[in-house]
């Protein structure tokens, strides 16, 4: 016996779809903007910390006096299993030393000048990787968002055959909704290159994480790094057994006398302080669009041979250009304004398409006030989020909980404008 729906049912299950295309549209909307700030990432470490000791070079021996010093500091974790020197570089000219533990600062002579604080900057960078969400899912969920925004960006080109032929035609003073309409249409086009290399990128970054565990659990016992082997070279087996620090410094004149051409970025240290420790200097080439190429050396500093990323299979150079593709950070300080520019560009994008969309449903007779109160919400709120935390580091410190002043911010905005919204569709005499 069949039961008519009521039609209360099918508005709530209407608004219910709404609502998850709106949660879509908002997290398309957040890593857009996000991706655009970041591309800022060395700029804005400088303005978070700016009595850094900064330097055009450092010399291969101030580098090992770093490496020891640091290897010494006290830690109340466990041992590090890796540790990264950042060479200074024209973006960003600090030495700093990472550890799976702490971050420092080193001076021109590596002494250790003061604990790396940065954390605005690396939970910009985390929002816009996972969302502040377990690694492996925000990634997943990061990567799955750019397929959806390439396939927004492909369709509309195919569901709208005129919009080359109008791509500087704008009917900014029409009614009906018209005029947003056409500069989303607009834009789109302008930045359609930039949207689908950015939008191809991410996807790819993103889904290569998980892509990676699936193939390691099927097929090399839930060994990750063996499924990258292929691509950015494998470690030697490694020894637990004790053993000195290893010589940086030797491995830093080695690329100085026989790579002259290539600028060390990173000096990277594996398993240190064991006898199966080994080196890897990431150089970067100029002119190309790999993030760099890494140089391997044992623990005395003899070379041990390069990962091919520079010369290797087109697979290998495609798979490393990825990085630098997405982040703009292949041209220096005009490069990284291009991408600021296109990427507010497709965060507008992002904005109208959901305007637009919310029009056609009220044109269609689902007007929806709440969502659009919450659309509202989520436009303004993300960065006045984004600005409390930073006034929330900058007031409490280095410890400031980022990730809970951004959330909880951006849910009051969402919620205010909501309030906002229902009061301003009550009719004036009934609000009292």
Known sequence: MSRTIEAGTVKRALSAHAAIGLIAGALLYLVSLTGTVAVFYAELQRIEQPDVPEMTAIAPEAVQNGVEHALKQPSGNAPTTHLYVHMPVEDLPRATITTDNDAWHLDIDGNIAMPEEIAWSDFLVALHYTLNLP?????????????????????GVVALPRIFRDAFRLRARSPGGVALADWHNRLSVWTLPFGVAIALTGALIGLATVTAYGIAASD????????????????????????????????????????????????ILHDPLTRGQHIQIVGLHDKRLIFGEYYSFDASGNFKGTAGLSDGDW????????????????GGIWVKIAYALFGAALTAVCATGTYIWLGKRRRRGFDEPSLRAMWNGVIIGAPVALAISFAGRLAIGNTAPLVAIFWVSYALCIGLSLVIGRRAAVPPHLRG
């Open 135 to 155: 690694a492996l899912v925000g990634i997943t969920i990061v990567g799955i968002l750019g397929v959806m925004m390439l396939a927004l960006s492909l369709s």
């Open 220 to 267: 090399y016992g839930g060994d990750v790094a063996a499924v990258y082997e292929p691509i950015f070279g494998g470690e030697p087996a490694g020894d637990d057994a004790p053993a000195p620090a290893p010589d940086v410094a030797a491995a830093l004149r080695y690329m100085a006398r026989h790579y002259p051409q290539v600028e060390p970025s990173y000096a």
């Open 315 to 330: 697979g290998q150079q495609a798979a490393a250009s990825t990085y630098q593709l997405h982040f703009g950070t292949f």
